[in-house]
């Protein structure tokens, strides 16, 4: 397992798909890695006994590999400091494959900060490889058979721990329903919902537009409202079925809910016998103060609440949950066999993974990494463009930049990806206007935020 601040190294590297000695082996697969930023410029690598132990192979093999990337310029290694990637590796980084074309006349992308996704190469692969191979090992003979519809038992019972526990939301295993993450959550509770009857949701403006158009696609009609710095405007709300809201970290805004809107908003789904959709996409990552308790915890009956495992993990495994009030289950029960499920085994694993404590120490080193990313960043903003407000950074993985009027959100954002810097502007997320950039720090290292920082302060000006 890697330590705050230190790379877990052992993930990016597969010897046994590589051919020659096993030394130019693991040398290939750093060297890969830096070209593809996997590692950046500066970051540190684990000492070569930890590696050795993490690959099953002798010190030696590291050691090897190690020296040939210094002799090459790849690495720097410094008496005290252990070894980390040069800060001229940068220039031989090939480009990253996941980056889109750039704008005619734009420069390669150097910086990824578009919200949306965490820190892949953080992604747990050694604790993810022991978790699946223990799965595989285990399974009972029944459990390789058509997995039930609303999920395999044991992820079931893993999930439902879990929410008590982090969450603060009481729900017994029959309650969860796994599914291949929010999206999928908000398809299966539309239907249900048009099945019974319902017409028309309200959905966070601005906010993630995949949602609302999900639920479009199952036959809601959507009702935009406001949101504001205690999230989304409750007062006046229309007499919709249902709202869908991010109350942990609103998306993009990062605005937490206040007490007092949760209260108002309880009581219009009372009221009406509406119910509220939680998409709580990122609560794992809080800051400052003590997470605040999902809206699932206070009133189990009118809220439905949809997790996944994209923004802990990686939207790769296209893994979820959702937990339906009692009343809508009737109705959820007969569109849930219509639905796709995660394989057995990834469900396995997952719970696996979950109960050996190895998911929380994951969340407590990427906590701990993306709090720095975080503080550098707005350290860096603040000390580059002084004045310019930097919104909702007391969570998750992204922060906004207000910017008053869209169309100056949108030429910042061009201006940006001109220079290499990809953020999402205003028409990623909102269906009508609103004048914010959203970066994500979750991919900049420490050492580059100062760098991210004077180019969009010179897009700024
Ligand atoms: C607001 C919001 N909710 C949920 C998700 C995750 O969706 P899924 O679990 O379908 O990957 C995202 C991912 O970007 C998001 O931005």
């Known amino acids: 397992m890697s330590t705050a601040g230190q790379v877990d190294i052992g993930l990016f590297l597969d010897l046994e798909s590589r051919n020659g000695p096993r030394?130019?082996?693991?040398?290939?697969?750093?060297?890969?890695?830096?070209?593809?930023?996997?590692?950046?410029?500066?970051?540190?690598?684990?000492?070569?006994?930890?590696?050795?132990?993490?690959?099953?192979?002798?010190r030696w093999v590291v050691v090897?590999?190690?020296?040939?990337?210094?002799?090459?310029?790849?690495?720097e290694a410094r008496r005290g400091a252990g070894t980390t990637v040069a800060r001229a590796a940068a220039a031989q980084a090939g480009p990253r494959d996941d980056l889109p074309s750039v704008p005619p006349g734009g420069k390669q992308p150097h910086l990824d900060l578009r919200p949306g996704q965490p820190d892949l190469s953080a992604f747990p692969r050694s604790a993810w490889q022991r978790a699946y191979v223990a799965a595989a090992r285990s399974a009972a003979t029944d459990e390789l058979g058509?997995?039930?519809?609303?999920?395999?038992?044991?992820?079931?019972?893993?999930?439902?721990?879990?929410?008590?526990?982090?969450?603060?939301?009481?729900?017994?295993?029959?309650?969860?329903?796994?599914?291949?993450?929010t999206a999928t959550g908000v398809r299966l509770l539309a239907r249900a919902l048009v099945a019974r009857g319902a017409s028309e949701l309200v959905v966070e403006e601005p906010g993630?537009?995949?949602l609302p158009s999900v639920a479009r696609d199952c036959g809601l009609r959507i009702t935009p409202r406001a949101v504001d710095e205690e999230g989304l405007v409750v007062e006046g709300l229309p007499g919709a079925d249902a709202a869908l809201v991010t109350p942990a970290h609103q998306f993009p805004s990062g605005a937490a809910m206040s007490p007092e809107r949760r209260r108002g908003l309880l009581a219009w789904a009372s009221a009406r016998g509406a119910f509220v959709i939680e998409d709580d996409y990122d609560a794992e990552f809080r800051y400052d103060r003590r997470p605040v308790g999902a809206l699932a915890g206070l009133d189990r009956r009118r809220v439905a609440y949809l997790g996944s495992v994209s923004?802990?993990?990686?939207?790769?495994?296209?893994?979820?949950?959702?937990?339906?009030?009692?009343?809508?289950?009737?109705?959820?029960?007969?569109?849930?066999?219509?639905?796709?499920?995660?394989?057995?085994?990834?469900?396995?694993?997952?719970?696996?993974l979950m109960e050996s404590g190895a998911y929380d120490r994951h969340l407590r080193t990427m906590r701990h990494r993306y709090r720095e990313r975080r503080d550098a960043l707005v350290a860096a903003l603040r000390r580059e463009s002084p004045g310019t407000v930097v919104g909702g950074i007391a969570a998750g993985l992204h922060l906004s930049l207000p910017l008053g009027d869209p169309g100056r959100a949108q030429e910042v954002a061009a201006s940006l990806a001109r220079a290499g810097v990809l953020v999402a502007g205003p028409e990623?997320?909102?269906?009508?206007?609103?004048g914010a950039i959203v970066l994500s720090y979750a991919r900049l290292p420490v050492e580059r935020a100062p760098e991210a920082a004077r180019l969009i302060a010179r897009s700024l000006r």
């Open 428 to 434: 990623r997320y909102s269906s009508t206007s609103t």
């Open 23 to 58: 030394h130019q082996r693991a040398a290939a697969a750093v060297r890969d890695a830096i070209r593809a930023g996997r590692l950046a410029p500066g970051e540190r690598l684990p000492a070569s006994r930890a590696l050795a132990a993490d690959l099953g192979v002798s």
């Open 311 to 352: 923004k802990t993990l990686a939207p790769g495994l296209r893994l979820g949950w959702l937990v339906a009030p009692p009343e809508l289950r009737p109705a959820l029960d007969v569109v849930l066999p219509l639905h796709a499920l995660p394989s057995a085994l990834d469900q396995l694993a997952l719970a696996r």
């Open 208 to 210: 993630w537009q995949v």
């Open 64 to 75: 090897e590999a190690y020296e040939q990337l210094t002799a090459e310029g790849y690495l």
């Open 146 to 181: 058509y997995p039930a519809a609303a999920g395999m038992p044991t992820l079931r019972r893993t999930i439902a721990h879990y929410l008590r526990r982090v969450r603060g939301i009481s729900a017994s295993p029959d309650e969860v329903v796994i599914t291949l993450g």
